[in-house]
């Protein structure tokens, strides 16, 4: 068993004997790249495909879709890449995400925008893939957050990179790590990606099914008739077709000036906004508040078990249908209710408002707009096909069973993912640490 001591760095914690810590500035340099310009500065300038911020993610470099931009021939020589370099992104929500350029890689012509810092080994003692982990064990660790001020925009600085307390390996056990956390990372990167890709089939499935059902029935043997429209296809000769203004009041959230953020409180009864509407059901994990005198100012936004409320802007696609524990709350202003008459099946009109068809519809409405929206109008005047109040609770239950089950298979699939994510990221610091040896 390999010999400990105390790195005399709490989030380090013990390391190997023969190992001590440095500081970054002392293996690497670090080049931040160049400010976007739109026109070139002299008669020289060549425009370049350039990597950015958006282009880097952990162990990732992407190349599809690079921008353009002028640079000098001076320029083209400072911020040069080759294979090896480590990419580290600069700021914002992706800051201390590093990459390294594959060996291999023709990278003639392409340059870096100051979004990222390139980062090189100033010897052949220093590998930048093992740089590379070391780093990415730091953001998810949340040191980058630590020290970047995450009250503005965080900035992962040269400075605060050139600062970072690396533990030091001879060269050999450095790129013994990296071999090592290569095919180990490889491995659960694949196993992931599978989950993802099954995860993507299963939602499809799900939505192809509900589509399906609430515009088909699960009585393929019945007489058919044409709905008379394109998205809908045929439908079962005894369905209705019904304009949604005449089935239930649709009522649009309290206008800005009726309800301002400024009435927000820590406490009190829950206002659903855009962020809260998901697909089918109200997340309640980043709810705002408003006081008793709010509610009762706005008594006409107060919601009921089965009301359905949609994005009036931004994510239209998206609705969600009122349960009892969410009785009692506050419709919010970017909001638009649809509270169905009490004869209909509300779950069943939760998923016909799912289907995919009503989707692309609605898609339809805001296009060229800057911002998806929709209005009162709009809502009433959607087509609602109608089955009989019977069919409309066999349909309702039939999707709730095998909906739960698609939703219990995805939860056990998310749940893999976020074990194997959990694992690499406990592996990665066990081994560039020396806690794991390799």
């Known amino acids: 068993m390999r010999k400990m ?7 380090i914690g013990e390391i190997p004997e023969e190992c001590d810590i440095m500081r970054t500035s002392r293996a690497y340099s670090s080049v931040l790249g160049k400010m976007v310009c739109s026109s070139p500065a002299t008669p020289a300038d060549e425009k370049l495909s350039y990597i950015c911020a958006k282009d880097v993610h952990f162990d990732n470099v992407d190349f599809s879709d690079l921008k ?4 000098s021939p001076k320029e083209q020589e400072l911020y040069s890449l080759a294979a090896g370099d480590l990419l580290v992104v600069e700021g914002g929500a992706g800051a201390g995400g590093a990459a390294t350029i594959p060996s291999g890689t023709d990278v003639h012509g392409i340059c870096f925008q100051n979004s990222l810092h ?20 730091l953001v998810q660790g949340d040191y980058v957050d630590y020290v970047c001020n995450k009250a503005t925009i965080p900035h992962f600085t040269k400075d605060k990179i050139m600062s970072i307390p690396l533990v030091r390996w001879p060269i050999e056990q450095q790129r ?3 071999t090592f956390l290569d095919a180990k990372c490889s491995a659960m990167n694949e196993a992931i990606r599978k989950a993802e890709r099954l995860i993507e089939k299963m939602d499809a499935f799900k939505q192809s099914l509900i589509t399906e059902t609430v515009t088909k029935g699960l009585h393929p043997e019945v007489a058919r008739k044409d709905s008379g429209v394109e998205w809908i296809g045929e439908i079962p000769a005894s369905w209705k077709m019904e304009r949604l203004k005449f089935l239930a009041e649709v009522k649009t959230g309290p206008f800005g000036t009726q309800l301002k953020a400024t009435e927000y409180v820590a406490e009190g009864t829950p206002c659903i906004n855009v962020k809260n509407i998901g697909y089918g ?17 706005l008594n006409e936004h107060i919601l009921r078990p089965g009301d359905i409320v ?18 009692g709350w506050l419709q919010g202003s970017d909001c638009i209710r649809v509270r169905l008459q009490a004869d209909l099946d509300h779950n069943f009109f939760n998923y016909y408002l799912a289907n995919s068809g009503l989707k692309y519809y609605l898609a339809s409405l805001s296009n060229g707009a800057t911002m998806a929206s929709l209005n ?5 005047d959607l087509l609602i096909l109608l089955p009989t109040a019977v069919e ?5 239950s039939f999707l709730d069973t095998k909906c739960a089950a698609i939703d219990a298979d995805i939860a056990k699939r998310r749940a893999l993912m976020e074990r194997l994510s959990a694992y690499k990221r406990s592996l990665i610091y066990e081994v560039v640490t020396g806690k794991r040896e390799v």
Request: hydrophobic fraction near 40%; aromatic fraction near 12%.
């Open 376 to 380: 009162g109008a709009m809502i009433e």
């Open 118 to 137: 390139r980062i090189r080994a100033t010897s052949d003692a220093y590998d930048t893939r093992y740089l590379m982990y070391y780093i990415g064990m």
């Open 176 to 178: 013994a790590i990296v």
């Open 281 to 297: 059901s109200i997340k309640s994990d980043d709810l705002d508040f408003v006081p008793p005198s709010v509610v009762k100012r």
């Open 5 to 11: 001591k105390d790195s005399g760095i709490a989030w």
């Open 392 to 396: 409309q609770r066999e349909i309702a």
């Open 68 to 71: 353009m931009m002028w640079f």
């Open 310 to 327: 949609f994005a009036r802007k931004g994510s239209i696609d998206k609705h969600a249908i009122t349960t009892e524990s969410e009785s």
